[in-house]
């Protein structure tokens, strides 16, 4: 028979470490762990840390940040330094998501949503993903275009007394701000919204022209600083005055530069690609690939493993079930203005996927799958993939959206959205 101290000894004996009450051992491991004997009283009042404190509260979502930036003046002391945001934000970047938007009929609301960014398929050629509703943003007044999402934030147009007002906003906290009046005469206005990796700086490009002119057109550009006094816009010189076309898509940044497809004039065979230096502030151009003949809902830049990409369905202007084949054109050479071209067929899948669909691309994933969406789309809402090395095509269903389903809506859906908690 054997009593509950004897019990207790042999099994101190065999975890190999002691409680403190008889042999005195200084440190032993268990495993990886390890356990020694400290020299000093702890108290529940010692301070973490800054630095494991960033650690460990960068692996949690933004809105969990702000919940702990409340927890006392100096976690929020800590919690907004510039090294912490930039942690957060290099977390996020190894975690993508899609940011869903929708474009209602109502007046100066409009709801933003988020899902995990698939990118790899699974075994079927369907599943599924669950998108989290974020704060409702409310605008001045009619929304008209949301730029491309950038470090967390994007940039709205809205439409107030016939005049272009631009917000800043970030989907997930609701935070805004309003940029100062582009003074100029009643016009088409694109704006993109950038950031300059070197000086650390978001900035907003803006490219207006007359509108309802036919012919050679004749853009203007204007670019201001965001976090700077005074907040100004400030003229561009452009050796083209290109203007943007509207029904590509947004631009896209890589390593500095913004790229968009932009027209002398209202035909569309009369395409280049705008080059814009952020942190310089210089415009120019590239030729577009010699046997581009056409540009429209089909088409879209992308980036392929860090360089410029145009890829569009290569035997209709539209993108459906009939789709037999898209092109890829890479910059190769920039000061030549040199593309290659790659051709891939879809698989005999595609038919059966798309259904009854019209699609329009929305981008390109880091792992060379093509993401593309109906704008209209009835429940239940879909994203398509297509992945171009493996010739593989299957289709996610968003589920989430049951609110919205019955409300006249335009869906947006953009690629590689990262949360962020730092203030513009």
Not at 255 to 279: H, K, P, T
């Amino acid at each position: 028979m054997m009593c509950n101290g004897d019990g207790l000894r042999l099994k101190e004996e065999r975890l190999g470490f002691d409680l403190g009450i008889r042999a005195q051992r200084p440190a032993m491991e268990l495993g990886r762990l390890t356990i020694c004997r400290c020299n000093r009283k702890s108290s529940l009042s010692d301070p973490i840390p800054p630095d494991v404190l960033m650690l460990v509260i960068s692996i949690l979502p933004a809105k969990s940040v702000g919940k702990c930036r409340s927890v006392s003046k100096l976690w929020k002391l800590i919690l907004g330094r510039p090294e912490f945001n930039e942690m957060f934000l290099t977390n996020s970047l190894n975690r993508p998501q899609f940011l869903f938007a929708f474009i209602l009929d109502s007046e100066g609301e409009f709801p933003f949503f988020t899902s995990p960014q698939l990118e790899s398929p699974n075994q079927d050629n369907s599943s599924s993903l669950v998108a989290t509703p974020h704060n409702h943003s409310y605008v001045p007044a009619g929304l008209s275009q949301i730029s491309q999402p950038v470090r967390g934030w994007v940039c709205i147009e809205c439409i107030e007394d016939e005049r272009n007002v631009f917000v800043i906003c970030s989907p997930l906290t609701g935070e805004s701000m309003i940029l100062p009046i582009l003074k100029r005469k009643t016009a088409e206005v694109k704006c993109f919204l950038v950031y300059d990796p070197i000086e650390k700086q978001f900035k907003v490009l803006c490219t207006f022209w007359p509108r309802f002119e036919s012919g050679n057109i004749t853009a203007n550009h204007c670019v201001l600083t965001l976090g700077t006094e005074p907040t100004v816009w400030r003229k561009l010189e452009c050796c083209k005055p290109l203007c943007p076309v509207l029904h590509c898509g947004d631009g896209i940044c890589i390593n500095g530069f913004l790229y968009y497809m932009a027209q002398l004039n209202d035909s569309s065979s009369e395409v280049f690609i705008v080059c814009f230096d952020i942190r310089f502030e210089k415009l120019s151009y590239i030729n577009k690939p010699e046997d581009l003949w056409h540009v429209g809902f089909e088409s879209r830049l992308i980036n392929h493993k860090g360089q410029l990409g145009i890829i569009q369905s290569l035997n209709s202007v539209t993108i459906d079930r009939r789709t037999t084949c898209f092109v890829l054109w890479v910059l190769k050479d920039i000061e030549k203005h040199e593309w290659t071209k790659h051709i891939y067929e879809v698989p005999l899948l595609w038919w059966d996927i798309v259904g009854d669909k019209s699609l329009c691309i929305v981008g390109m994933t880091g792992t060379c799958e093509v993401v593309l969406l109906s704008p209209y789309q009835p429940d239940p809402f879909y994203l398509f993939f297509y992945n171009l090395e493996k010739n593989i095509v299957r289709r996610v269903e968003i589920r989430g959206f049951e609110g919205y389903k019955h409300s006249p809506s335009v869906a947006l859906c953009f690629l590689d959205y990262v949360e962020a908690v730092n203030s513009i």
